[in-house]
């Protein structure tokens, strides 16, 4: 592979929201390609502690309701939203995918949780290559409510859920890029 093909893959990848996503399912083996490109991230001890909770079809539906149904629960007369109560009903339905990111802990590696979540972080960006190559939007969307969300996922003791991947195919114009520059962050000893 040319170096600049991974660079352009890099630079090309941007978060693209439910909201410009078509109606159009994303094939399993797209889906599945994604999930083993994850597995491919840098570990600390082999401890490989990404687990991932795939939503597609009746389970989108199924976590709007949970999400709908926790803001009715969890927000104060002042602060609820009808917008944002909105966008909790309509957005998991936008997605063709949605994957639930999960770290599970390992208590016999003994190695600080920030590193397992490091390697998760990693599998994602992954995950996010991969569906860049594919042209399928896709962004990782970290709401309050994944500290309840145990139950709903089944999640096992350690595990933790930090987020969602959404994926969509979508018709997004090239979204423009923005970081400052690198020079700014880096200092050469
Ligand atoms: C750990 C993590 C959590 C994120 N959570 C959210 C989120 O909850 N909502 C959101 O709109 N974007 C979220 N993002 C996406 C960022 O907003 C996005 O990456 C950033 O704006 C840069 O844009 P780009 O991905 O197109 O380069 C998250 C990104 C990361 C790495």
Redesign the pocket.
Known sequence: MQPTAISQLIRKR??IFPKTYINQPIAKEIIEEVLENANWAPTHKMTEPWRFKVLVDDALIRLRDWQVDWYHKNTPPEKFSDKKLQKLQTKPLKAGCMIAICMQRNEKARIPEWEEIAAV?CAVQNMWLTTTAYNIGA?????GYIRDIGPFLNLKEGERCL?FFYMGHHETPE?P?NRQSIKDKVEWL
């Open positions: 941007r978060s972080a962004y990782w969307s970290s709401p987020g979204v890029a």
